[in-house]
């Protein structure tokens, strides 16, 4: 049976100019009508295009598939749905821990628009931070990440876990980016110098609104601590804040920050 080129790709929900390109790699090799010249397809092409289009779904190039065939096709092809499986399994793990970072960030979200002012004590599991800039309330110095940890952080890979997280100390904020030592294990990052890990600790937990840009003084932070202690917990290692958003509400733009004062468990 012969078909012309709209024929074959109604047949194949395909383009003209699709199946132009096929023919330039080699996937198929129409023959011409003796009366005018134009491109015949026959049944052996709509195989071999029906083919490829399914090897595509599997991350075959259409340019590798004339050079697959020719040497060992079954032996190539097997490779090439071996690394499909093994390149699905891996993009199916990140999307899981997508997944729970996703459900983990609704969860403070959700916790903190309840909760702003409020305090209550839970564990904090251990995490990595790195350095990203100092501060004095909201006037930020330049950023001080050396690159070689910029350029991880900042990766499509690794920048959906990371937190942003202050640390007050002799009259001016630490910034980090905190990371959860799960997610650090998991993705398999590296630690370097300037890095540090923090062991898992019970917290005292306080959600606190840093206000507009410009509004924000960290003696805010030290007022909280200073309550704390007044109620007789046993501060222990450096309180830390963890940005949860930043964003407006009925015009109110509001940066929602949880102080972590890590305490002793009684």
């Given at each position: 049976m012969k078909y012309r080129s709209k024929e074959i790709a109604d047949m194949l929900s395909l383009s003209k100019q699709m199946i132009r390109y096929y023919e330039q790699c080699g996937v198929i090799k129409p023959k011409r009508d003796e009366d005018n010249n134009y491109r015949v397809y026959d049944t052996m092409d709509y195989f071999a295009l029906s083919e490829a289009?399914?090897?595509?779904?599997?991350?075959?190039?259409?340019?590798?598939?004339?050079?697959?065939?020719?040497?060992?096709?079954?032996?190539?092809?097997?490779?090439?749905?071996?690394?499909?499986?093994?390149?699905?399994?891996?993009?199916?793990?990140?999307?899981?821990?997508?997944?729970?970072?996703?459900?983990?960030?609704?969860?403070?979200?959700?916790?903190?628009?309840?909760?702003?002012?409020?305090?209550?004590?839970?564990?904090?599991?251990?995490?990595?931070?790195?350095?990203?800039?100092?501060?004095?309330?909201?006037?930020?110095?330049?950023?001080?990440?050396?690159?070689?940890?910029?350029?991880?952080l900042n990766s499509s890979k690794v920048?959906?876990?990371?937190?942003?997280?202050?640390?007050?100390?002799?009259?001016?904020?630490?910034?980090?980016?905190?990371?959860?030592?799960?997610?650090?294990?998991?993705?398999?990052?590296?630690?370097?110098?300037?890095?540090?890990?923090?062991?898992?600790?019970y917290c005292v937990c306080i959600i606190l609104n840093m206000g507009d840009i410009g509004e924000f003084n960290s003696q805010v932070i030290r007022n909280e601590i200073l309550r704390i202690e007044k109620m007789n917990y046993h501060v222990i290692g450096k309180p830390r804040g963890l940005l949860l958003c930043r964003g407006s509400k009925h015009n109110e733009f509001r940066r929602l920050l949880e102080l972590q004062i890590p305490i002793r468990k009684l």
């Open positions: 289009k399914a090897l595509s779904r599997f991350n075959v190039n259409v340019k590798d598939i004339y050079e697959l065939k020719a040497v060992d096709y079954c032996n190539e092809l097997s490779n090439c749905y071996r690394k499909f499986i093994s390149d699905t399994e891996k993009e199916i793990e990140y999307k899981s821990l997508l997944k729970d970072r996703a459900k983990e960030l609704l969860n403070r979200i959700d916790n903190a628009e309840v909760n702003i002012g409020n305090m209550w004590v839970k564990y904090i599991p251990p995490y990595r931070i790195y350095p990203l800039m100092k501060s004095h309330n909201d006037d930020y110095g330049k950023m001080e990440t050396p690159e070689h940890i910029n350029t991880l920048i959906p876990f990371g937190d942003g997280m202050i640390e007050c100390e002799d009259g001016y904020e630490q910034w980090w980016m905190a990371i959860d030592k799960r997610y650090v294990d998991i993705l398999s990052l590296p630690s370097y110098e300037e890095s540090m890990d923090v062991e898992g600790q």
